[in-house]
């Protein structure tokens, strides 16, 4: 399974767009781009996900790199229930089971 | 809309106890999933299913049983719990088909071994 690298941690001001930055430079090309988030003592919670083109849904928006190399989750304005452990997954659509492996994450703190 | 459901939510076990953990979901997906977390870490694969009546391993099978009988239900096993096994168990579902959704997580057992 292709891996991803992620900050381990940012920082972010309440009402500001948050940029959270992963890096998958040996993405294959059937690989799906996903990103969960996991608020304290909850289960993970989808987000957004996307295989070329940029995505858009109610929660945040996905821009992927051209060459597809890295990705960029965007929250557009953040709010303390935003602080979160956020996941940056690569999915692959052919592998039997569609397994997520998670990494470590990158640790949001939203500050007021 | 329930989504996944687990049960229980806690337990404590003793050494060398059994038990099972039950995982059920209402959105018709295909696939199901077993995770643990230790604290400070992120989610470990146990084992997961692709279908009724098939389960497969996933990162860290040792120690536990999974069984599918039916496609809205994914049952993992611990014969002989041990304290290294205290974690908090996830469960998730998805459909096969990629491109429809992401995977819908339950909120978790949280299970000690003492």
């Known amino acids: 399974d292709a891996k991803t690298t992620q900050p381990n941690s940012m920082e972010s001001n309440e009402e500001e767009p948050v940029h959270l930055p992963c890096n998958h430079s040996t993405i294959s090309g059937t690989d799906y781009i996903h990103w969960y988030r996991q608020l304290p003592s909850q289960g993970p919670e989808y987000v957004i996900h996307g295989l070329t083109s940029n995505v858009n849904n109610r929660m945040a928006s996905l821009a992927i790199a051209e060459d597809r190399k890295s990705s960029t989750l965007i929250l557009h304005r953040a709010t303390l229930r935003d602080a979160a452990v956020y996941y940056c997954i690569l999915r692959d659509r052919y592998n039997q089971g569609g397994k997520l492996i998670f990494g470590q994450g990158t640790e949001l703190s939203v500050k007021p | 809309n329930a989504g996944v459901t687990q049960t229980p939510k806690f337990r404590v076990l003793k050494t060398g106890q059994s038990m099972t953990l039950l995982c059920a979901q209402d959105?018709?997906?295909?696939?199901m999933y077993w995770y643990r977390q230790d604290p400070g870490m992120g989610l470990r694969l146990i084992h997961y299913s692709v279908g009724e009546g098939t389960t497969a391993k996933g990162e860290v099978p040792d120690g536990y049983y999974v069984s599918r009988l039916k496609k809205q239900n994914f049952l993992l096993g611990l014969e002989s719990a041990a304290p290294s096994q205290t974690s908090v168990y996830f469960c998730a579902s998805s459909y096969r088909q990629e491109g429809r959704s992401g995977y819908t997580f339950g909120s978790g057992t949280r299970l000690t071994v003492v």
């Open positions: 959105m018709n997906h295909e696939y």
